[in-house]
């Protein structure tokens, strides 16, 4: 039973180029999330998954795009990359209702865009 | 919206020493409230939570309380260990139904001295 998991760990990218952050979960969680943490600003949510087949975005959405592939996995793509996505990506899941569960989060992806 | 306040750190305390974290939210409605903690390069894990009013979460000898009345949920810990240095994040989510992510403070830095 791995959890979350994310890939890459870390990735370096120049402005203008394209990557996509890939997550699997394996704890059959219907809802899964990206967040970015910056320095003094906590994790800010960019875009969730309720359920299988849908996605909404969240406080910091512009600039990604995401995929909910199937029930396991999420991934997230930055299609031209910029020095302000420079952060630490994290993927998370939960049951149907977060409030009640809590979520797990993967291990993160250290981004750097130069 | 909804948002989390929490004592910035770094919070320094000797081994053994008394520790509390503040924090205080603003939410409409009944959220449920959670304390996540992040060890360095590593994902944040969840600590404890409390889904309602004057529910105490605890977990690994720390707790917490939810006031309603105050909108606060301090976390404390009688006697803290040098293992227990990490960065502590409050949160909080929408409950019921609320799948829509997590609403993170920007967290509380905490080093622990032999």
């Known amino acids: 039973n791995a959890g979350v998991t994310q890939t890459p760990k870390f990735q370096v990218l120049k402005t203008g180029q394209s990557m996509t952050l890939q997550c699997a979960q394996d704890?059959?969680?219907?809802?899964m999330y990206w967040y970015r943490q910056d320095p003094g600003m906590g994790l800010r949510l960019i875009y969730y998954?309720?359920?299988?087949?849908?996605?909404d975005k969240g406080e910091v959405p512009n600039g990604y795009n995401v995929s909910r592939l199937n029930k396991r996995e999420f991934s997230l793509r930055l299609e031209s990359a910029a020095p302000s996505q420079t952060s630490v990506y994290f993927c998370?899941?939960?049951?149907?209702?977060?409030?009640?569960?809590?979520?797990?989060f993967g291990p993160g992806t250290r981004l750097t865009v130069t | 919206g909804d948002s989390v306040t929490q004592m910035e750190g770094p919070v320094t305390l000797s081994e053994e020493a008394f520790l509390t974290i503040n924090c205080t939210y603003t939410?409409?409605?009944?959220?449920?409230l959670f304390w996540y903690v992040q060890y360095p390069g590593e994902g944040l894990q969840l600590l404890l939570k409390?889904?309602?009013?004057?529910d105490k979460g605890s977990n690994k000898g720390f707790e917490a309380t939810y006031r309603k009345e105050t909108t606060s949920f301090h976390l404390e810990k009688g006697s803290v260990q040098v293992s227990d240095s990490a960065v502590y994040f409050c949160?909080?989510?929408?409950?019921?139904?609320?799948?829509?992510?997590?609403?993170f403070g920007k967290g509380t830095h905490l080093i622990i001295q032999p």
């Open positions: 998370a899941s939960s049951e149907q209702v977060a409030g009640m569960s809590g979520q797990y």
């Open positions: 704890m059959n969680h219907n809802s």
């Open positions: 998954s309720a359920s299988e087949g849908t996605t």
């Open positions: 939410a409409t409605g009944y959220p449920s």
């Open positions: 409390a889904t309602k009013a004057d």
């Open positions: 949160a909080l989510s929408q409950g019921w139904g609320g799948a829509d992510g997590l609403t």
